[in-house]
């Protein structure tokens, strides 16, 4: 959720009853992790933060921003993220990682974590395009007796319901934050978010090719198709050193233009229509009871 989620979703999302995320991107300073994490510990409600490990190696600074804010959850994935277990758990912090495979799980497990993201193919945002989450979410619970939480495609209540229903501790959820009227998501921004329906997300690497943010290429993203990702799929390794595509993609992001900024989004991003408070996201989200109820009840027909 970085350039999405900042302080103050966070903070309202939590105060709602979630665990808010803070969405520390590698682009952000050290200073704006500071910034955004005293306006979320200020609220005294349990929070997290989201960390790349690829990024932390080259930013150390972010991870002693986190240590000395200390939030409730840290979750630290995408990349060598080991050696940075142990001194996050000595501070008190949870710390969980996302899995897009069994073997992912398992490098977890053996990593010490303490809990576990299954995060499927629908999933908006970066990871892997390898398994759905209902599948990956049904291998890794036979695998390991931690908590393990499901990412990708849970646009509502009946979403969760589900999940919760397999077995997962809890959901892991973005995309329906997206138009929050505390996101940090600019207007032209929401408006395609709004706009767009369950097909029109894409994966690939087109777009960390044009950012030469640093992602590994094993990584890609699900966004919202545009006409910039058609324009250079399958030329992904040509954008990498083509500095006018370059300039595009970054005016582009400049200027919150749809149709050359990278939006990422999950596949539940059909499901947005408006600009609701978290608040009024999560007491959505709060009805899946009614679903869980009505699933079991017809099952024990």
């Not at 979320?40 to 002693?64: F, T």
């Not at 690939?204 to 058609?230: C, H, I, K, M, Q």
């Not at 408006?274 to 099952?299: I, K, Q």
Request: charged fraction near 20%.
């Amino acid at each position: 959720m970085a350039n999405v989620s900042g302080g103050k979703l966070t903070a309202a999302i939590s105060a709602a009853g979630g665990l808010g995320m803070l969405g520390a991107g590698s682009a952000v300073t050290a200073d704006w992790i500071r910034t955004e994490g005293a306006v979320v510990a200020a609220s005294g409600k349990p929070w997290g933060i989201g960390l790349m490990a690829w990024s932390v190696q080259e930013r150390p600074e972010h991870l002693e921003a986190v240590l000395e804010l200390k939030p409730a959850l840290v979750s630290l994935s995408f990349g060598d993220y080991a050696s940075y277990v142990g001194p996050l758990q000595e501070a008190g912090i949870v710390v969980a990682t996302q899995a897009g495979t069994v073997a992912d799980a398992r490098e977890a497990i053996d990593a010490g974590v303490d809990a576990i993201v299954a995060r499927g193919a629908e999933a908006g945002g970066h990871g892997r395009d390898a398994v759905a989450t209902l599948p990956l979410l049904q291998a890794i619970l036979d695998l390991t007796d931690l908590p393990v939480l499901a990412g990708g495609g849970i646009s509502g209540p009946r979403g969760l319901a589900a999940v919760l229903a397999a077995g997962a501790a809890g959901g892991w959820i973005g995309t329906a934050f997206l138009t929050c009227a505390e996101a940090l998501t600019s207007e032209p921004v929401r408006q395609r978010v709004i706009e767009a329906d369950e097909t029109d997300t894409v994966y690939g690497t087109v777009f960390d090719a044009a950012s030469r943010a640093g992602w590994p290429d094993e990584f890609g993203g699900r966004a919202l198709r545009n006409a910039y990702f058609d324009t250079w799929q399958g030329r992904e390794e040509e954008l990498k050193a083509d500095d006018a595509g370059h300039a595009e993609y970054v005016d582009g992001t400049r200027a919150a233009d749809p149709a050359r900024a990278s939006i990422y989004a999950g596949q539940g991003v059909g499901a947005l229509n408006g600009n609701p408070t978290a608040a009024e996201v999560l007491d959505g989200f709060a009805t899946y009871r009614t679903y869980l109820t009505a699933a079991f009840n017809d099952g024990a027909k």
